[in-house]
């Protein structure tokens, strides 16, 4: 993290994971994370990723946190807390071409499903909850990408956007918060740690400014198809060191 571009396009990655999320209430984790392991790693790539998408759900919830639906949480909450764990070890345990290539290929066909809508009918009732909470978990800790699974399942319950606002921003932080606390912080100075702090926060402003003039279906469209392609992308870059 000495290298002074290296800083740079770190916040730059941040500033637009925020952005995205602000505009289109999804996208940080799927737009960030392929920018953050291509540049850290695949170890403090995801943690990072982790972190920063808590942060952001924090303060999303502080101004939602009444509507959170506590009953339709805690299969979500309980099911991933079960797996966290199980997606850390995994990750720590895989060469980095391998984490790469799956990360890429998780990013990649997360974004595909969310971009589809689709509808399956395993996700429903109690039952689909603790799928999606358990795939969701093991999702996060290993590629950070732990959102759409629990998008998916929202659609599948018929939520509304309304709904599923305040219910998505407290399950991300719980289970970003469980994902750091099972595999530790990043290692990264006291100033870089601050410039995260500052990119969110900008961010959220630019984003804020955008979400006015810009509709949210073409929004989403578009924080999924940049998705997409950093997913494709890193899992291009595993692939050839493979």
């Known amino acids: 993290m000495a290298s002074g571009w290296v800083v740079v396009v770190l916040g730059v990655i941040v500033v637009v994971g925020a952005s995205v999320q602000r505009l289109a209430g999804i996208g940080f984790a799927l737009v960030a ?79 595909l499903l969310v971009m589809w ?8 009732g109690v039952k689909g909850a603790v799928a999606a909470g358990a795939a969701s978990g093991f999702m996060n800790s290993s590629a950070g990408v732990g959102g759409p699974v629990v998008s998916l399942y929202a659609v599948n319950a018929g939520w509304t956007v309304r709904r599923f606002v305040p219910n998505a921003q407290f399950y991300g932080l719980a289970v970003n918060a469980l994902s750091a606390a099972v595999k530790g912080l990043p290692q990264l100075t006291t100033p870089v740690w601050l410039l995260i702090a500052a990119a969110i926060a900008a961010g959220s402003v630019i984003g804020a400014a955008l979400a006015r003039r810009v509709p949210e279906r073409p929004a989403r469209l578009i924080v999924l198809l940049l998705a997409l392609s950093g997913g494709l992308v890193t899992l291009g870059k595993g692939l050839w060191g493979l």
């Open 33 to 111: 994370v392929p920018g953050l392991v291509l540049l850290l790693g695949p170890s403090e790539g995801v943690v990072l990723a982790n972190c920063a998408a808590g942060a952001i759900s924090a303060a999303g919830l502080a101004g939602t946190w009444r509507q959170v639906h506590l009953a339709a949480m805690v299969p979500l909450v309980a099911a991933a807390a079960c797996t966290v764990p199980v997606g850390a070890w995994v990750a720590a345990r895989l060469p980095e071409p391998v984490l790469l290539a799956g990360t890429g290929v998780l990013v990649s066909v997360a974004a």
């Open 117 to 124: 809508g689709a509808r399956v009918p395993a996700l429903r």
